[in-house]
Every structure is written in C-alpha cells, then in structure tokens.
C-alpha cells in the first residue's frame, strides 16, 4: 500500500521498519478525538473559504462512516498504515475518493497528534475527577460510623496516641482532595489547542484557530506554532499527578494489608477482594491492596521515563514523542483501575472496633497527656515531659499503665499531680482534648465530617 507520505521516497518501507514504527497498537484508542478535531477543522475550512461547502460535507459524512466503522471495529488495523490518523485518512480515501486529501490542507499530524491527545487526556482527566469523588464518598461513609472508634495513631510504626479512627480515614479524604484539584489544575493547561500550528511553522492558510478551539472545547490556544508541536509538558504534569495519586493508594493499600492481617486484627476485607492459598487453606491473602500497592512502581516508572524521554530532545517534533503514549495512556489506566477497585472494596470493610481499641491502650499512649497536664498546672513543658517520661519507665518497670500507676507514686516525682490526672489518662479523654482545627477530638472529627460533604456537594460531582 502507497504510504500517504510516499512520493519522496523510491523503495518501499522495509517491512520490520513498518512494524518497528507503528504505533496503531496503543493509538487506536485516540480515533473518537482525531475524527472530532477533524470534523471541525473540516468545517472550518470550509468556513473561511478555503475548500468548498460540498467538498467539506463530503469529508464529514465520510468522517462519520469511518467513526461508525471503528465503533463497529469491521475496519481492521495494518501496521503499513502506521497510526490512527493515517487509519482514518486513508479509509476516507477509499469511501469519498481524492477530495478527503483535502481535509490535511492546513495541518500536519504534528499538530493532529498533540491536539487528538489534548482532548483524550481532558475527557480522563474528567473521569478521574469523578471517580477520586466516589472514592471520597466511600471514605467519608466509613469515618462517618466511626468517629468514636478508637485506634492507636502511630509514629516511626509505634503507639504515639490514641485517634479516632474516623480521623485516620479523613487524612487520606484530604490526599484525595489535594489529588482532584492537581487534576483540575493540570486540565488548563491541557486544554490549549494546537491545532493550526502545522509541522511547527503555521500555515499560509487563513485558518481561525480560535473558532476551532471554541468548537472543540478549549479554553485557549497554544501561542507559539513550535512549542505547540513538541510541547509534551502536559503529559508530563499528568504522569506526575498520576504517580503522586498511586503514591497515595499505595499507602491506604499498605494500611489495609497491615490492618487486615492477624497479628493486628483492625480490620477484615471483604472475601470478593482477596485470594487464598494453593497450599495453606486458612489463608486470606489481601491480593487487590497488594496490587495496588505494586501498580504505584509502574506509574512512578512512567513519569521518570516521560522526563527522560524529552529530557534531550531539540525543537520542535520528533519521532521519540510517538513514545509517549504508552506511559502515559497505561498510568491513566492503572489511576482509573485502582480508584475503582478501591471505590468498591472500602464499603465491605469490617471494622473491628474492638481490637483497635485494646491496640490503643498498649504503649503509654497518654504520656503526652499527662504532660500536657503538668503544663497546664504551671511546669514548663520541657520539665513536664521529663517527669512524665521518669513516670512511663516506672510503669514497664511494673507492667502496668499510667492510668493503674497509683497516685503517691505520681506525686513522689512531682507534688502538683493530683486525683484529677485520672481524667486525661483515659483514651477518650485524650482524644476529646485535641479540639483544635484539624485534631482528633469527636466533636472536631465531625465538624470535619460535614465541611468535607459540604466540598464534595460544592465540587458539583
């Protein structure tokens, strides 16, 4: 088959080369964007006069007989075509006949390329926003039943002090907000249009590019016909959101596999998201967090891949960009998995209040409060924490806790301890303490329970 490009050329494309250059097997799936962008792009030049009405609306039925046969998939895919956009043209040849050679007048697929994938990415980008919602949605539900219940929080994976376990899940809702405004961000600066800027020059054409980025949907247009072509910062930024994203999946992931094992208890996962054992009947492995867990080093790969990509690269295109898409479109993919199988497994977890609950008791968790009392009775905190720390190695040297620690004992070290200590040395004591912006204390946890519903009705998803 005669290349599209070919009239340079007098030997034919080496057949391994062909393969070794195609990229239809990952770029198939920019056909509903590359035919919309032509579509308008169609129209627009027939708009401003540059190609006849009757020949534009020849190529748009032609463009909208091919959309139909790909969404059928009875138009089979050849390596000699090399990408989507050659798919199309080349089909559009065959069903109106040379006038579809019109439709690449005042465009190159360098420009094609950038803006078919500006427009894939704001469609994922929109869906990943949805989806980072309804995995808050599941988040705050489970907090909502659990603002009482207590948990160890920990530091350097040991006891610190008692929290909510409510709380706990609220951070990861805040991860998840930082994650759904970075995509907000990174979706401006997707949605500047290319289209228009040719190979990288301009056209000669009189082509209204503003028109076509108001038909498409784009807030913009990328200012200068270089940058536009070989610009891939875009695909970047989102790579980074992506792998930050599965950086915070990664951690809830490692939760739910420690919470869930025996030696903690906190939590049972749902049957329908783990496995068992080929040998050791009574295992119930939490395979889908363990996944997640994995997926984060792939999408982390991608980006540092993408940076090094284009780390070398001179303007304006070059044929290395064809190897963005893969990293990218597979981090999309991983991002948009994760958050569904997360979304669907948090409403089956089962907490076991119960076991977290003794789990907070272990450790001297109240230290703090103890010396948070001796501040509040005039001891400079720095004495207070000494006296308070003097207090925690008498009770490992005695097994027992601070709240079982007599109080003569107490008051040996300091005389300002009195019986009124028993009430900060309770866990639910402690937690209702921290009252401030952002603390643990139930009544904060439910404040924040609804300013977080609240955003997610603002946010309109």
């Known amino acids: ?102 439709l690449h007048t005042a465009r190159s697929r360098n420009d094609q390329v950038a803006t078919d994938l500006r427009l894939y990415l704001r469609e994922q980008v929109d869906c990943m926003r949805q989806e980072v919602c309804e995995m808050q949605r599941g988040l705050l539900v489970l ?47 997707i949605n500047q249009l290319p289209l228009g800027s040719a ?66 208890g906190f939590v049972e996962l749902p049957d329908g998201f783990c496995t068992g054992s080929s040998i050791m009947p009574q295992k119930k492995n939490p395979d889908v967090p363990e996944l997640v867990r994995g997926r984060s080093g792939r999408v982390v790969g991608h980006l540092c891949g993408l940076l090094t990509l284009m780390k070398g690269l001179p303007l304006t295109y070059n044929r290395d960009m064809q190897e963005d898409k893969e990293p990218i479109f597979d981090s999309v993919d991983t991002v948009r998995g994760c958050l569904r199988v997360l979304t669907d497994l948090i409403p089956g977890i089962v907490v076991r209040g119960e076991v977290m609950l003794k789990a907070a008791e272990v450790g001297y968790t109240t230290a703090t409060d103890l010396a948070d009392y001796l501040v509040r009775k005039g001891l400079p905190f720095r004495e207070a924490h000494e006296v308070s720390g003097r207090l925690v190695r008498i009770c490992i040297e005695r097994g027992c806790t601070l709240a079982q620690l ?14 009124d200590v028993e009430r900060v040395l ?27 519903r609240g955003r997610l009705q603002r946010s309109g998803m």
């Not at 659990?146 to 006891?159: A, D, F, R, S």
């Not at 007599?406 to 019986?419: K, N, S, T, V, Y």
């Open 1 to 102: 088959m005669s290349k599209l490009w070919g009239g340079r050329f007098s030997q034919p494309t080496d057949r391994f080369v062909e393969s070794f250059t195609a990229s239809i097997q990952y770029d198939a799936r920019l056909y509903p964007q590359d035919i919309a962008a032509s579509v308008v792009h169609c129209r627009m030049l027939a708009r401003q006069g540059i190609i006849a009405d009757a020949e534009a609306e020849a190529i748009v039925a032609g463009l909208e007989q091919v959309r139909q046969e790909l969404e059928a998939g009875t138009l089979p895919f050849q390596e000699s075509l090399e990408d989507i956009h050659m798919h199309v043209e080349s089909r559009l040849r065959v069903l109106i006949g040379p006038v579809a050679g019109k």
């Open 143 to 189: 907090a909502e039943a659990h603002v009482e219940t207590l948990m160890p929080g920990l530091t350097h994976w040991q006891n610190a002090q008692p929290v909510s376990f409510a709380h706990h899940l609220l951070a990861y809702l805040e991860m998840l907000e930082r994650d759904w405004q970075r995509l907000g961000d990174v979706r401006g600066r």
């Open 199 to 264: 190979a990288l020059a301009g056209t000669p054409f009189p082509v209204d590019r503003l028109w076509v980025a108001e038909m498409l949907g784009f807030e913009g247009i990328c200012r200068n016909s270089m940058d536009a072509v070989s610009d891939r910062d875009f695909v970047i930024e989102l790579a980074s959101v992506c792998a930050l994203m599965m950086v915070h999946f990664s951690r809830f992931a490692e939760e739910l596999v420690l919470w869930s094992s025996p030696l903690l």
């Open 406 to 419: 007599p109080l003569e004992e107490m008051q040996r070290l300091d005389g300002r301890i009195e019986a």
């Open 426 to 452: 309770t866990l639910q004591a402690s937690v209702n303490s921290r009252r401030s912006m952002g603390g643990t204390a139930f009544e904060t946890v439910r404040q924040a329970l609804l300013e977080a």
